[in-house]
């Protein structure tokens, strides 16, 4: 089952960087995903949305790391990754949601 | 010829990680079997027992630094490798694919896993959670149904810090509670008005209380002189007492009151009204109505009647308070069952998660000298050959067995080859000795063979592209006299240069062959 998880690494520091690693699994081996990745919660302004391109592996896995800086303080920030591939497969989406510190 | 193998096959190899404790009490990756090089593999990390959620990615690059502290994504061969949720043998395994590492390349390995929590752990969180929360509700009970998104967040973090359960996510694991309980909650939050209502009927139940004692220490209080009751009377009169308990009343020699167990003088009833049971009062209540209507008698019948009013408000207060207890009992129960379902949600399971602790491995040699072709040292290829002599230049076909002072990786393309430069150069680097397949001739010369009938030659070679050897060398040969008239031979050499295809025949036809 084609599967994307999003995870950030807290704790969350306003305005510096952080990396958000978005791991896809199951999906087919060596197509093209392209990987999206916007805030929809949050002290504005919210991130994104930003997309990035991976070719998925043997195993159809693949990783996408995106660097971001989150505005805060904000008790809940939230981040959402979408995705499709190069077969027009659309991925159910993930999201993670973390509390920025000042 | 490079192969790249484009997806696991079943007798790829596997490597477990396993967890080590290390020499400063943390815990460190260690596989449970070198490398393999040049062939890719999966990787395998089993998850704690009881975790059945999860995900993470394994980070491999090449060691080119002193230590594995930090990932180097920008080398060639790094990789990020997306570790999966599998079930292996019935337990919860992340794995991946890891693309053909490089023979005898040391390389770092940092893991990273996004596990969920486990099921007995979860368990704990919801009812913590729920227990939190319910005591808010009940408190407030309009507060149900608009719960806050802070209130679902408040208790789960509450119930994580008593279980001493450390997990991110908490804002969407907070909304999945949430959504869950508003389309499940059905009429609990509605019926909580139910908590009120009980509350509001054992305050007026004290009220009551409070009046029906006044009321009957009116009575006890109560000291005016009656006017003589008549007698005899007849006491069963008004007394349904006496004729449910099926007594045949004696004519009585003064007024006696049937106060549930007995006859008593109704004197002392009224002096003393204990025990002040329905049906003494009831009697007394008769007894008075029958007698004469004096001030002090009114009164007292007064009194009575307002004891007995208070009596009977007080237990039917006390019926409906019992039934509301019974009642809100339940919809605490359902409040507690469903509060509970909420935070048991899957939704909540699924986004609470462990906080990510990035592991490190031990530094590991790919392969440790060994590939898949066990003749990594060695390959045989044909090419063509040019070599220009002072008579002629000659174009000849030729076979060269090549040897290498290192394990050769054919697998990692030449542009991703890693190490050092000494490491990768010697990866490419061959020497190459081999004959011709063609004789070689020229206008007026006598060329011939000067070893078993071939022509020898010599040289270093480099695989310049994945399919592609150059080799510079020396051809030998022998000129003999042209007119035939001399038997003088003479060895020579000539420069030559060369192209081949960088086919490893030895693996082809062994791989034809089925070995």
Redo the contacts between chains.
Sequence with gaps: MVKLDLYLTTPVHASQATEAPVIISGAPPNVRVTVKLEQTRGKDPLFGPKTKQVRTDGSGGAVVKFTLRLKGPTPAAVLVTSATDEKDTTYPVDADSVEVLA | MALV????AAADPEVKLLLQRDDQGGTMLVPDRPLPASR?F?VHYALPPDVTRG???LEVWPKLEDTCEATRPDIRQSH??????SMVDGKATL???V?PLQVDLEYCLKL?T?LGLGAAQLSAIATLAADAMRGTLLGSPTACADASHELF?SSLKGALIRLGISA?????AAAAARAELFAKTGDVCSRLGEVDRLSLQKKQLVDVALAKTKAETAIDTFDEKLAPLPAPLTVVNGVPALVDAGKKPKPPSELELWDGETVVPAASVLKAVKPRTPAVTDVAIAALKLGPRSPANLKLLELFERARDRRLEFEALEKAVAAGETSVAKVKDELTKTLVAAFSAPGVASTL?N??RPMFAEPTTAGSGETPNKLNYASVDVGLLAAPTGFAVWFLPYVGLNVYAVAVDRTIGLNRLSGSMLRRVLQVLSVTLGATLAAPGGPGVVVQAPFLSTYPLVGLGARVANFVRVTGGALFYVLGDADGLSAKKTLHASFFFGASLDLDLVELLTRAAGG
């Design positions: 193998v484009a997806s696991p890719a999966t995900s993470g990615y990020s490798i997306a570790l999966a949720l794995a991946g694919y693309p990273h996004f967040e991110s996510n908490l804002p969407l998660r906080p990510e």
